[in-house]
């Protein structure tokens, strides 16, 4: 069966829900094994593992109120077996450990998916937060 822009747009909306369920196991379950991911402060995790390791931590302080949206897909296919997703995203309810309030953000996640026995899975991944240009 050929794959379709909406089967991929599909792993861009599980990544969603599974962030606004803060369920990191189902969240790092959409990334190969050995996967690499690019968080928007430039750390650099390998390995579904460590991906979900570093989700659970900042899903614990931060992000535990947060709530993403994804307000655009693109999808380039590289080959039959691997695409590109860009997902422009909004975030909000982000806060302190102590509870205080913390701007909205908005950003740019960029995922090189494979197909896996059947699936796509996410081998690649580059968040990007989007700020101001300089003046």
């Known amino acids: 069966m050929a794959t379709t822009e909406s089967d991929i747009c599909a792993v861009g909306e599980e990544v969603v829900a599974a962030w606004n369920t803060h369920d990191m196991s189902r969240f790092s379950h959409l990334f190969c094994e050995d996967a690499d991911f690019v968080n928007v402060y430039g750390s650099w995790w390998t390995g579904r593992e460590r991906i979900e390791a570093e989700h659970v931590s900042t899903h614990a302080t931060v992000f535990r109120r947060s709530r993403l949206s994804a307000k655009e897909m693109r999808v380039r296919f590289l080959s039959p077996q691997v695409v590109s997703l860009h997902m422009l995203w909004e975030l909000t309810g982000l806060a302190l450990p102590s509870g205080q309030g913390l701007p909205d953000r908005k950003g740019i996640l960029v995922y090189v ?23």
């Open 113 to 135: 998916m494979v197909k896996e026995a059947g699936r796509w899975r996410i081998a690649v991944g580059q968040n990007t937060d989007i700020v101001p240009a300089p003046t």
